[in-house]
Every structure is written in C-alpha cells, then in structure tokens.
C-alpha cells in the first residue's frame, strides 16, 4: 500500500434506524462505525460514528455515520456539521420511514452537498418492492437538487452493487474535494474529549474551515480558554497540520477534559468573537407557522444545542430569508455565515434553517426598515468574501475597521484577510487610512469631499487663516464619521489642504497670505515685543495701532496661527521670542536652585498678572508641573506651540 493520502471530504450517511447505514460503510471501509459496546449490543447507531476507506495507492475517504433514531436528531445534525456530501440511505424492504425524511429536511435546511440515493438490503425485498420504493424516493426528491443525484441498489449482506457503490463514492469525493477553500479561519466543532495520560485533553471532530499547525495557539469557546497545540492526528495517523473536510484530533494540554464538552468549538485567536445576542437570516420550512416574538427555540449549531428566544420582525413578509434576534442563555462563539438548524424545543419539529450575521448590541424594532435592510443586503453576498468585505466596510457611514476587527467580525483568517484588503486596494475598492484601518474608498472619499469644501468654504472667508478649527471640521463631517477622519493618513489629509496637530486647530496647507498684510504682521510682532512681558490689552494695542480694512480678530487669529504671538489667556498677546526667553530662564531656574518669580518678575520688569498666565501656560504644554505649592521641570524640550 501506498504512503497514507486522504482526501479532505468526509461523506456522511443519513436516513432512518436500521436501514443498513451502518453496515454499508463496514463494507466501504472493512471496520462497523459503531465502535462503542452498547452500541454493538442493541444493533443500532446511538453517536455518532467514523470509518474510512481505504484506496490501493494510499488514498483514504472519511465517512461519518450518524444515528437514525428520532430521539438522536442533535446527533445526526453534530454529524451533517462536518459531511462534505450526504448519502442517503433507504432499506428496500421498508421504504421511506419518519426519520428518512427529518434527516432529508435537515440535509437540505443545512444545505450539504447532495451526493448518492442508495437503497440498501435489496437481497431483502423483490423487484417490485424496490420499484415502488424507488418512485417513493423519486417524489421526496423532487424539486431539489437531489433529482440529479446517482441512484444505487446494493446489499451490504449479499455484496450486490457494492463495487459501483465503490466507484461512485470515489468520484463524489474527487468532486467535492475540488470545492473552492472556505475565506474562514481555523474551526473544529468539538464531538468528542478524552484524556491521555502524559499527554493531556484530546478532542476529536471534522475541521470546519482554516488551517491550523502544531504549536499554534487556539482558543476552546464557550469559556475562551487557551492552548497551544501539542499534537494533531488526521484519521488516526500524526500530521504536521489540520485542514478542512479531515477528522482530525488536537492535543490540548493546557485544556480539563471538563472544559471540552461536546458542543464547544475549538477556534484560531484572530477570530475570536461572542455574544449572547444573535443576529440572524431564517428561512423558514412549510411545516410550522412561524413563531411568536419570545418565543423558545434550540439553535442547532455545529456539534452544540444552544437555548434561546426567537425575536423575529412581522414587516418582513415573503418567501425569502427573514432578520430575526435570537437571545441565548451565555455567551456563545459561531462563525459568520454559519448556517444552523432552528428546531422548536416541544414538541420537536424544524422551524427551518438559520444564517448567522452577527453579535448585535440592541434588538432590532419593526420601525428599524433601513438596519433590517441592510442586513438582507448581507444575506446576498455571505459567499462572496470581496462582496461581503465591502458591504461590512461600508455600514455606517464608513467608518474605519483594522484588519483585527475584521477578522473577528467575518471570522476570516487574517491571511486571507490581508490578501483580501490588498486585493481591493489594488482595483481601488479600498482605501487603507492609517496603521492597519481600511475604509471603503466611496465612503471614504465622501468624507474627504466633505474636509474639502469645509476647508475651502472656511479659507474663502479667512483667506489669511494658517489653521482651522477642528470643531468645525467634526461638526461639517459628522459624529459617526469623525473616527475615520482621525484615522486618515497625513497623505489623505494633504489631498483636501490639511495636516493634523495638537490642540484644538489643524494646520491648512498651501496657504497665500496676502504679502502686505505678513509684512504688518510682522511689525505689529516686533512693537509687542518692545512691550516685553507688559503688553496691554489686545483691543487697547489695535486701536493704538491697527490697520484700516483688516479686523483686530482676522490678525489677531494670524499672529497666532503663524506662531508669532501667544496667547495663555483671552485678549492677551506675547511675541513669541519674549515668551521662548522667559521658557529659557523658567527651566534654568528649575535646573538650578529652584523656581524665584521675584527673580523673573525682576528682570522683566513685569508682574503676577502677566507673569502668572504665562506659567500655567508653560504647564499646560507639558514644560513644568504645579505639585502642591512649588512648579517641577516636566520636560525643558516641551515645544510651545502646536
């Protein structure tokens, strides 16, 4: 035999108790499923089940068998979590029975791949039996996509149709396996934990989606508790990683036994994410009437039954998938677009199957038609990963998303997230903001148009202004959007005139101030600074000195944009150079023998009114400090403009 090659599909059997699921895949696999005793007992398959099949070259496909009993649906749903493709299993000699058709309905609520109808103990029933079990299939299958599917009639006891059985099983796992790889990150619903000594926690279950390596981190939810990965086993043999479509086990060694119960999910960090609100898409079947808001349902997801209330929007009538909130009893993990089956608790029947959208904050109200909306607007592009991206990037109002964000929101790995982003960044879908923030690029742009005319609107009436208010600027852009704006790069900024700065007004580039109106500026600047640290009143000095046409306001505003005065209070100004002379003194003092304000006060023949401002001023940018009584030296290279 050939070196150990699965394929990653695992094949799943469906159908009703005692119509020789069982022992059809211990005639594919040469090993009975049903591994543990009492199942071996009572004839029947009570867990789930596991086997493969092994090819001449090495080639293996995995099978999952799963119980027909009615009282087992959690069962067989945990087993259709992991199925690549479905064989459905009906007995000749019994025809279509109740649970042939619960676990047809939730093969196609779940929406697995169709894959053979199999009539099985042939050797059981003559011809016309089968005949008209046949036709019985022919109408549970009609209209679905399980009309195209091969038909078989074998017999595990005889061998009758079992080689073709073979043969056809091998194509279905070459077809599915060639599926696209899912955008989503390391999953592994946990069906079973057990402990090995001198090893650890072992849990067993089928890779959903990811990748996942030894000496990787994952974290175990419910719970978030964390474990490196010490060993991974892929049907039964060691490997060096875990892919999607394997049953595969995962030493975790800093994991109980106890924390492992069935029903939890083992994921990668970067798409961690739970709630206990649930936003969701449902289609619902035709069995049952849709239920009433509050009204109690289990969530059917992965390996785990979850208990919840259903909250779902009478306005959104139609045959399509409706918006519901489910609140669930604890914190939960599921993956985005996980699709779960939505049972009625008692007595149990399938309400129909569930797309999951997202944790949510609040539910939703009938009158919330644009969220509700947008949400549907979801639904139509949950496969398609760019789609999907931009939708997500564009809700509200664009606000910027770091790839950490994303990945826990879309539960996609940040690999295929990062080659995701730059991909839409290459064809300009994207724009990248600062650091690891994205923005979509209409949204984004809208804001800029936004800064753009603000910037101009404001230059237009202060044409001599260096700087902008930036209460002006969140104010004209919005609350919701400001995030973004402050998450711009300098180079987005640059594009609409503006340079971010400390304080409370952003720099404006590519500013022509009038010459003659500089020059004015200027020799007001210089008689300030004969004033020294004595200056009188802003509105006393401009109508000693003001010019005709030009408001005290517009170069008052001018002097302290372009940094040749400072201002510490209201309509009072000093020439920059004095106040940098009087920084120079402050922190040779506090250097030496301490602060003396009779000494400063002395040497710039000034007082406690002008001479007090100017050290709060002096702490306010970080140069000193006030501790109780006396000023400390903060930092001597703190800068006193913005």
């Known amino acids: 035999m050939s070196q150990h090659h699965p394929i990653p599909v695992v094949l799943g059997t469906a159908g009703h108790i005692d119509h020789g699921k069982s022992a059809l895949i211990a005639s594919l696999c ?122 078989l009639v074998v017999s595990a006891h005889s061998g009758q149709g079992i080689d073709e059985l073979k043969l056809a099983v091998i194509e279905l796992a070459q077809r599915v396996s060639d599926r696209a790889a899912q955008p989503q990150g390391f999953i592994l619903h946990v069906q079973r934990s057990f402990a090995v000594e001198g090893a650890g926690t072992v849990v067993t279950g089928v890779c959903a989606s990811g990748r996942l390596e030894l000496s990787d981190t994952v974290t175990l939810m419910p719970g978030s508790h964390d474990s490196r990965v010490r060993r991974i086993h892929v049907h039964g043999n060691s490997s060096e990683f875990a892919v999607p479509g394997l049953r595969t086990a995962l030493n975790l060694p800093d994991l109980t036994k106890k924390d ?20 969701v898409a449902i289609k619902f079947g035709e069995r049952l009437p849709i239920p009433k808001p509050g009204s109690e349902v289990h969530v059917m997801a992965g390996t785990a039954a979850i208990h919840g209330k259903l909250y779902c929007y009478s306005a959104q009538s139609g045959a399509g998938e409706v918006v519901a909130d489910i609140v669930v009893n604890q914190e939960v993990f599921l993956a985005h677009g996980q699709r779960c089956l939505l049972r009625r608790p008692s007595p149990a029947a399938n309400y129909g199957s569930l797309r999951f959208l997202g944790f949510a904050d609040y539910k939703l109200r009938v009158r919330d038609a644009d969220e509700m909306n947008w949400w549907l607007q979801q639904v139509d592009v949950l496969d398609d990963a760019p789609a999907l991206l931009l939708h997500v990037l564009n809700k509200n109002t664009g606000q910027a998303q ?16 990062r080659e995701l982003l730059q991909q839409q960044l290459d064809i300009g879908n994207v724009q990248a903001t600062s650091g690891e923030s994205y923005v979509a ?28 208010p930036m209460s002006l600027l969140r ?107 009087l920084a120079s003194d402050v922190v040779t003092q506090l250097q030496g023998q301490g602060m003396d304000i009779p000494a400063l006060r002395d040497k710039y023949s000034t007082s406690r009114k002008y001479l007090m401002p100017l050290l709060e001023y002096f702490d306010s940018r970080g140069l000193t400090e006030r501790v109780g009584a006396k000023r400390i030296l903060r930092d001597p290279d703190a800068s006193l403009r913005d």
């Open 475 to 581: 104010q004209r852009v919005g609350k919701k959007s400001w995030p973004v704006v402050a998450s711009f790069s300098d180079d987005m900024l640059a594009e609409v005139d503006l340079k971010t700065a400390k304080g409370e007004n952003w720099t404006l580039l590519n500013v022509e101030v009038d010459a003659q109106f500089a020059d004015s500026a200027k020799h007001l600047t210089a008689l300030l600074a004969e004033c020294k640290l004595q200056p009188p009143v802003w509105q006393e000095f401009w109508q000693q000195y003001g010019l005709e046409n030009v408001s005290e306001n517009e170069m008052a505003d001018y002097l302290l944009d372009s940094e040749l005065c400072i201002s510490p209070q209201q309509e009072l100004l000093f020439a920059n150079s004095v106040v940098t002379e």
């Open 30 to 151: 040469g090993e009975h499923p049903d591994r543990h005793q009492e199942e071996q007992v009572r004839g029947m398959t009570i867990s789930l089940g596991y086997g493969e099949m092994q090819l001449d070259d090495g080639t293996e496909i995995g099978f999952v068998d799963v119980p027909g009993h009615e009282k087992l649906v959690r069962k067989m749903v945990a087993g259709a979590t992991g199925m690549s493709a479905a064989l459905l299993v009906v007995a000749c000699n019994d025809g279509i029975m109740q649970q042939t058709r619960e676990h047809f309905e939730v093969l196609t609520m779940l929406d697995v791949e169709p894959g053979l109808l199999i009539f099985s103990k042939c050797d059981l029933a003559d011809d016309e039996t089968i005949e008209l079990v046949q036709l019985e299939v022919e109408e549970l299958v009609a209209g679905t996509a399980w009309e195209e599917c091969p038909r």
């Open 402 to 417: 770091t790839v950490s964000q994303l990945c826990k929101e879309l539960s996609y790995s940040e690999a295929v997230m």
């Open 441 to 468: 690029v209409g949204e984004a742009q809208g804001i800029l148009d936004a800064l753009d005319a603000t910037v101009k609107h404001f230059c237009a009436k202060n044409p001599n202004r260096l700087r902008i």
């Open 260 to 279: 492992c119960d069935p029903g939890s999910v083992v994921v990668e960090q970067a798409i961690v994410n739970s709630g206990r609100l649930l936003r």
